[in-house]
């Protein structure tokens, strides 16, 4: 299986911060990769998908990069509602895995 | 397009469950679908698979054998039968939509979720 590896684990951030989070994946998935959100208590919501592509209703301040094994999701203008749990998943290969999440939190 | 879990709840080990997805605003039978998990506190498990037509179904290694994936297009429904359950099968169960790109699927929506608790 491949093995998705997100850092950091948590971050504490204020609003209007430029927030990146990282995801490494143990061999290469070429762009097949997405971006979860979840706010507590709710299910997740994709925002990006093959690695940059906003999903359809997705304000632009999310972006993603990368190609590989090597990733990156950024928000270039932290708001209230962005303070959530942040997923990686790579979906090149069965089974499907997920990075071990990113709480963004408020500082 | 909504996708609505039913059929958890709290059940003895050993009992069995069938949970059930129902889809709505999208044609059902040309997508295929996912079952995932989430534990208490912890992150994303996907489980299983299948096919748009149910001829083709996947399952990950930790539920092959007690699980089984199925669907049924005439009603539009997302099946996951879950058997011989254990403590550690606790968790909120997730239905999904497959979005095919480039010859791979991701997913998109996801539904809201159906607890499992089991617990003696």
């Known amino acids: 299986d491949i093995q998705m590896t997100q850092s950091p684990s948590s971050l504490s951030a204020s609003v209007g911060d430029r927030v990146t989070i990282t995801c490494r994946a143990s061999?290469?998935?070429?762009?097949?990769l997405a971006w979860l959100q979840q706010k507590p208590g709710k299910a997740p919501k994709s925002l990006i998908y093959?690695?940059?592509s906003l999903q359809s209703g997705v304000p632009s301040k999310f972006s993603g990069s990368g190609s590989g094994t090597d990733f990156t999701l950024t928000i270039s203008s932290l708001q209230p509602e962005d303070f959530a749990t942040y997923y990686c998943?790579?979906?090149?290969?069965?089974?499907?895995?997920f990075g071990q999440g990113t709480k963004v939190e408020i500082k | 397009v909504q996708l609505m879990e039913s059929g958890g709840g709290a059940v003895q080990p050993g009992r069995s469950l069938r949970l059930s997805c129902a889809a709505s605003?999208?044609?059902?039978?040309?997508?295929?679908m996912h079952w995932i998990r989430q534990a208490p506190g912890k992150g994303l498990e996907w489980l299983s698979a299948?096919?748009?037509?149910?001829?083709?179904?996947y399952y990950a290694d930790s539920v092959k054998g007690r699980f089984t994936i199925s669907r049924d297009n005439s009603k539009n429904t997302l099946y996951l039968d879950v058997n011989s359950l254990r403590p550690e099968d606790t968790a909120i169960y997730y239905c999904?939509?497959?979005?095919?790109?480039?010859?791979?699927?991701?997913?998109?929506?996801w539904g809201q979720g159906t607890l499992v608790t089991v617990s003696s």
């Open positions: 999904a939509k497959a979005i095919l790109a480039g010859g791979r699927d991701w997913f998109d929506p």
């Open positions: 605003g999208f044609t059902f039978s040309s997508y295929g």
């Open positions: 299948i096919s748009y037509d149910g001829n083709t179904k």
């Open positions: 061999q290469g998935i070429n762009n097949y």
């Open positions: 093959a690695a940059s």
């Open positions: 998943q790579q979906y090149n290969s069965y089974p499907p895995t």
